[in-house]
């Protein structure tokens, strides 16, 4: 054995998530980039390397344009420098939602390209049976039901679910499918908080809630909406900082210098080495 032997952290897996269910609540923050990455690890239990990718960093109107090379790129990044907390990467609309044979091969190649330890689909009835052919062949699998983000463009907007009856019973009756085929954990995203609680208290598996309840196994929200630096965010995520606020007072700070010759100063500039004598 090497006596260069170094500590190595074990990363949190699938199991160490599912075994959380009706204990200490998850802790579940996005990431797209290695530097944001780095600075949760420390704090999550789960990193999402989610599709909203495409609305936060790429400025898509929302998620319908990601691509599986978007997802990948991303993953990569938060994999570089996380070392603790479990990495789930989106499979993008598209990737997953015909065969189950195209599914498993995208998921394959996720997994294989980020070294992640588990995708995220957005479950549906005819999504249950895509989530167990991947469990089955080894893909660990997170489901998403209530809102989903990339049913934007058939429920013409961002709209919260589960309120009526005919509604709520759908999404219960997705969730228990989804917690039955496989899936180690289920997003429950902007639904009645009622509903979000009845989810929870019925699967066997953690929820994960967005705009959902307290009661939820766990929570999550987009790591740049939570830090304030969009004007805008939803109803559903509270705000921890405003570095919207902060970085706007830095940029102005650094280009008043500039306009008045006071940056680089001599603290920021070079200078020649003294001739020798």
């Known amino acids: 054995m090497s006596a260069q032997r170094q500590e190595t952290v074990r990363r949190l897996a699938a199991p160490d998530i599912t075994a959380r269910k009706g204990g200490v609540p998850i802790v579940c923050l996005t990431a797209y980039t290695a530097p944001m990455a780095e600075l949760l690890d420390d704090h999550c239990d789960l990193l999402l390397v989610g599709d909203s990718v495409g609305m936060v960093v790429h400025g898509l109107p929302n998620t319908v344009g990601v691509t599986l090379e978007m997802m990948i790129l991303h993953g990569q990044a938060v994999m570089r420098t996380s070392k603790k907390a479990m990495v789930v990467v989106d499979m993008p609309f598209g990737s997953y939602e015909g065969a189950p044979e195209i599914a498993y091969q995208n998921a394959v190649r996720i997994m294989k390209e980020t070294g992640a330890s588990a995708v995220k689909v957005e479950s549906g009835s005819t999504v249950v049976e895509t989530i167990e052919y991947l469990v089955k ?36 009756e997705e969730a228990k499918a989804t917690a039955a085929a496989g899936a180690f954990a289920v997003v429950v995203e902007g639904v009645a908080e009622g509903l979000a609680r009845e989810i929870t208290e019925t699967i066997a598996v953690p929820t994960i809630g967005i705009g959902a309840s307290a009661g939820c196994d766990g929570q999550i929200l987009v790591t740049d909406d939570m830090l304030g630096l969009f004007d805008w965010t939803p109803k559903f995520v509270r705000r921890y900082a405003d570095l919207r606020g902060e970085i706007s007072k830095a940029i102005a700070g650094y280009a008043d210098d500039v306009r008045q010759r006071n940056f680089p100063g001599p603290a920021e500039i070079y200078f020649a080495k003294a001739a020798n004598t």
Not at 147 to 164: C, E, I, N, T
């Open 137 to 172: 062949r080894g893909v660990p699998v997170m489901g998403h039901v209530g809102l989903r983000p990339q049913a934007v463009l058939v429920d013409g907007g961002f709209k919260a679910k589960g309120r009526a009856g005919e509604e709520r019973a759908r999404i219960l």
